[in-house]
Every structure is written in C-alpha cells, then in structure tokens.
C-alpha cells in the first residue's frame, strides 16, 4: 500500500461530495458569526451546521480562530477569552466524513473595514492559487510545493507558516496511506489526493490568515 493509492471502497463521486458539502457548511458557518462570539461560540455553529448535513464524524477537530488566534497553527491552542470585534479577521477549518469519504477545507473571513485583514485574507487565497497553478502545469513534489508557497508569501511581504503543511485526504481514514506532511513528500504529488494548506502571518505578528484546499 503506497502513500498515494485509496481504500477499496474510495469512490471519486462521493469524495467530490464530501469536498462540495464541506465547503457549502464553511460558506454557511460564515454567513451566520455574530460580533461578540466566542471560538466556542463558533464552534457550536459549526456543530450546528454539520448536522443539517448528516455528517458522519470529524475525522479533525474544528478550528474556530479569531484574531491573533490566526497566526496559530493547527495542534496550537488559542488563547481564551477572544471574541469577534465589529472590525476583526478570522478563519474557519473542518474535516468532516460524508459517507465514508472525508472533506477537509479552511478559508478565512473579514468583518468590517479593516484594509489589513482584507489584504492577507486575499493574500493567503493567492498563494493558495499561485501553488496550485504551479503544482498543475510543472507535476511538482511536496517538498517543491512549499518551496514555491514560501516564496509566493514572500512576494506578498507575509511569512509563510510551514508547520501547516498539507497532508492526503481520500476515503476514511487517510492516515492508512500517510500520516506526515506534504512537504515530506519528494515524489510527484498525483492530483485530488492532497490538501495544500496556506497560512501565512502578517509582520507585525498580529494575525495571520489561512486557506486550505485539494489540489
């Protein structure tokens, strides 16, 4: 069993699915956060949803990140007591399993005016885009993605955080096949079997933005 093959019962369809619905409950929990919530606050929205959706499980906890808060990585604990401000960044981040197939997507959001926060959120989903364009047209390794993801934040004047650094999705659970990082990986990557993770942090080391997709 290779890092890059599938269980037997791996259907593309229904991994689609699981992407799609992902992304629908990430787009839903945004539209829904409140001035004055809490990251527990959100993570009982995000609960909340999942459930109109019949998820199976989490094969993730769900990362609700406000503020400084932004610039942690993802097995670092926020610090309590942080609620959403009228002018305020934050990010969301589930794994959920639909139908045996697991979804993983990240995406960060703005509230109120900040020029700031809106220029990292926009920087950190260009970079994303920036790797993907580069993963498809030069069939790059893990360990060139994130190379070419440094630079494409550098570029950008941010950092980039490389202690999130992508990893396999496929049907439940993944961790079979791999359970490292895609930048430990010095072989091709084959499409749709990976998430690319991207957060970046701004320099004065007040917030960060992330964002987070298969490739």
């Not at 992902?22 to 009982?44: A, C, P, R, Y």
């Not at 639909?98 to 989903?125: C, L, M, N, R, W």
């Not at 990557?189 to 987070?212: M, R």
Request: charged share 30%; glycine share 6%; hydrophobic share 35%.
């Amino acid at each position: 069993m290779g890092i890059q093959s599938t269980g037997a019962n791996f259907s593309i369809e229904k991994y689609k699915k699981a992407r799609e619905l992902t992304k629908k409950v990430v787009d839903e929990v945004s539209q829904n956060v409140f001035i004055g919530m809490t990251e527990l606050d959100g993570h009982k929205l995000i609960d909340e949803t999942l459930a109109k959706y019949n998820f199976e499980k989490k094969w993730h906890p769900n990362k609700f990140r406000i503020g400084k808060n932004t610039l942690k990585s993802f097995r670092e604990k926020s610090e309590e007591g942080i609620a959403l401000q009228q002018n305020d960044i934050y990010f969301i981040d589930i794994g959920p399993v639909f139908d045996s197939h697991e979804g993983d997507f990240g995406q960060t959001f703005v509230v109120g005016e900040s020029e700031e926060y809106k220029k990292i959120k926009v920087a950190s989903e260009k970079v994303f885009q920036e790797t993907a364009i580069a993963f498809r047209e030069n069939n790059l390794t893990g360990k060139e993605l994130y190379v070419h993801a440094t630079e494409s934040a550098k570029s950008k004047s941010y950092e980039l955080n490389l202690k999130m650094n992508g990893h396999r999705l496929s049907d439940f659970p993944h961790a079979v096949h791999f359970r490292g990082g895609m930048s430990d990986i010095e072989s091709e990557i084959k499409p749709e079997l990976w998430v690319l993770e991207i957060l970046i942090k701004d320099s004065s080391d007040c917030f960060g933005a992330f964002f987070e997709d298969i490739i």
